[in-house]
T-cell receptor, first 112, second 110 residues
Framework: GNSVTQMEGPVTLSEEAFLTINCTYT??????LFWYVQYPGEGLQLLLK?????DKGSNKGFEATYRKETTSFHLEKGSVQVSDSAVYFC???????????FGSGTKLNVKP | SQTIHQWPATLVQPVGSPLSLECTVE??????LYWYRQAAGRGLQLLFY??????ISSEVPQNLSASRPQDRQFILSSKKLLLSDSGFYLC?????????FGSGTRLTVV
């Protein structure tokens, strides 16, 4: 089947620390991979995406590389800010109807 | 530009009462539309998706139903709410390889 597993939170970091949120997936075909971010009290926003193996998605200083050999799409940022505090969801899209499968979300708390 | 509207933003309903959440999209035609639920402390679960008017696919058995009376309108309903229906409901539409989500409805069943 199709599923996404991401690291449990919450993750608490100090400002300017390096961030990694792990995400691995299983899929019956060749999925597209995404990271979505949910700020407090808001809906989900697309952060970045990658549609094929070895693609790197990037946005707002965040990066993730589609690794087919390890079925992973880990999210990284070199220097986090307090404003990055949010819940991050890893997701895959596959199939004719582009159904999405989401991970359970990882809450990030960044302290000044 | 394409936009998605979802309302209401918050809702408190007693157990056994009916529910109707509405989602509309603008700026596109024949979109794929989706309803997701995010229970407290958990991830997103796909409830329903629709690829056209009157076409509804249910992902999980539950107390809810969905309808698509118009191309850009997607409605989530229940005849009698349960406590377990509480959560954050998100409508989304799909274009190509990414979703656009509505702002969500926080439903509390009391």
């Amino acid at each position: 089947g199709n599923s996404v597993t991401q690291m449990e939170g919450p993750v608490t970091l100090s400002e300017e620390a390096f961030l990694t949120i792990n995400c691995t997936y299983t899929a019956t075909g060749y999925p597209s991979l995404f990271w979505y971010v949910q700020y407090p009290g808001e809906g989900l926003q697309l952060l970045l995406k990658a549609t094929k193996a070895d693609d790197k998605g990037s946005n707002k200083g965040f990066e993730a590389t589609y690794r087919k050999e390890t079925t992973s799409f880990h999210l990284e940022k070199g220097s986090v800010q307090v404003s990055d505090s949010a819940v991050y969801f890893c997701a895959l899209s596959i199939g004719n109807f582009n159904k999405f499968y989401f991970g359970s979300g990882t809450k990030l708390n960044v302290k000044p | 530009s394409q936009t998605i509207h979802q309302w209401p933003a918050t809702l408190v309903q007693p157990v056994g009462s009916p529910l109707s959440l509405e989602c509309t999209v603008e700026g596109t035609s024949n979109p794929n539309l989706y309803w997701y639920r995010q229970a407290a402390g958990r991830g997103l679960q796909l409830l329903f998706y629709s690829v056209g008017i009157g076409q509804i696919s249910s992902e999980v058995p539950q107390n809810l139903s969905a309808s698509r009376p118009q191309d850009r309108q997607f409605i989530l309903s229940s005849k009698k709410l349960l406590l377990s229906d509480s959560g954050f409901y998100l409508c989304a539409w799909n274009q190509g390889h990414a979703y656009t989500f509505g702002s969500g409805t926080r439903l509390t069943v009391v």
